[in-house]
């Protein structure tokens, strides 16, 4: 039995950071500072900490600045929020990030309530969500972003084709349905009250699978050639493992993202190219788009 094309998350993202540096490099070279991406840690979480390093480094490696402000976790939610508006109106800071999770104490909305839309490099900010649904994409959420970007370097087509998002979050969800919906995508969004959600998603060309949950998604849920983007991301004894039940479902689908190397390398590009397209906003008129 063929096996499902693989879309390589790690080589696409390559591709992206490529293009970057040569940006910034000549942005440098006539003259200009280098873009700058500040992020914002809370606490000792293992896994935020490696996030935040990875992160560092990649922008790093491709000509921008990177700074980070560690806080304690028992910081106060006032005090997060003036670091915030302290970044908010630093001339040199082109994007912003707060690392998730917070603390409990602490709260991720009214953060997005403070963070400056301009600088929001994750694209979570009601500003931005809402430049989204109204069809005038700024600041994309990292992940959707990849996506599309994933789907378009695979040349794979969207428009008139059925596509099904499985989950409804900020973070993912939602703004993923907006962009397939916008490239002319029949959209539906499967969620934790869907009757038969299996039986949605077989009817799927394209089949987005964000729901947080391991191997949800098996060859039964798949439309045979459809294709098959994972973004789950879960830590097993075995390794790395997505939402997508990946060994089974590539025997039936067309293409398939697998974990780790898929969806993950591109969200942490499109924070890059977010920052290079808050830096070219701050710096002069464009049009804000991105990149098709």
Do not use: F
């Not at 910034?24 to 840690?41: E, F, Y």
């Not at 109106?89 to 839309?117: A, Y």
């Not at 005038?136 to 087509?157: A, F, S």
């Not at 697998?258 to 969806?263: F, M, R």
Request: net charge neutral.
């Amino acid at each position: 039995m063929a096996e499902a094309e693989l879309m390589d998350g790690n080589l696409v993202a390559q591709q992206v950071r490529k293009g970057l540096k040569d940006e910034i490099a000549a942005a440098v070279a006539a003259g200009g500072r280098r873009p700058c991406l500040a992020v914002i840690r809370v606490g000792e979480d293992p896994a935020s900490a490696v996030y935040v390093r990875n992160k560092r480094r990649a922008a790093e490696a491709i000509g921008m600045e990177s700074r980070e402000t560690h806080l304690p976790a028992e910081v106060s939610e006032s005090a997060l929020l003036e670091e915030v508006r302290r970044l908010n109106q630093d001339p040199s800071v082109d994007g912003v990030l707060v690392q998730l999770p917070l603390p409990r104490h602490l709260s991720p909305d009214r953060v997005l309530e403070v963070l400056d839309p301009e600088k929001d490099v994750d694209g979570l900010t009601v500003t931005n969500l809402g430049r989204l649904c109204a069809g005038e994409p700024y600041l994309v959420p990292c992940t959707p972003r990849g996506i599309l970007t994933l789907l378009d370097h695979y040349q794979v087509p969207l428009a008139g084709r059925r596509a099904v998002v499985v989950g409804r979050s900020r973070l993912v969800g939602l703004p993923v349905a907006l962009l397939l919906l916008q490239r002319n995508a029949s959209v539906s969004i499967v969620h934790s009250r869907t009757p038969d959600p299996a039986a949605y998603a077989r009817e799927a060309e394209v089949l987005v699978v964000a729901a947080g949950r391991r191997h949800l998604v098996g060859p039964d849920w798949v439309r045979p050639g459809a294709t098959v983007i994972d973004v789950g991301i879960h830590r097993t004894e075995d390794g790395l493992a997505g939402d997508v039940d990946y060994e089974r479902v590539r025997t039936v689908a067309g293409r398939i993202t697998p974990v780790p190397g898929g969806v993950g390398p591109m969200t942490v590009a499109m924070l890059l190219a977010n920052t290079w397209t808050a830096y070219r906003r701050r710096q002069g008129p464009t049009d804000g788009a991105i990149p098709r």
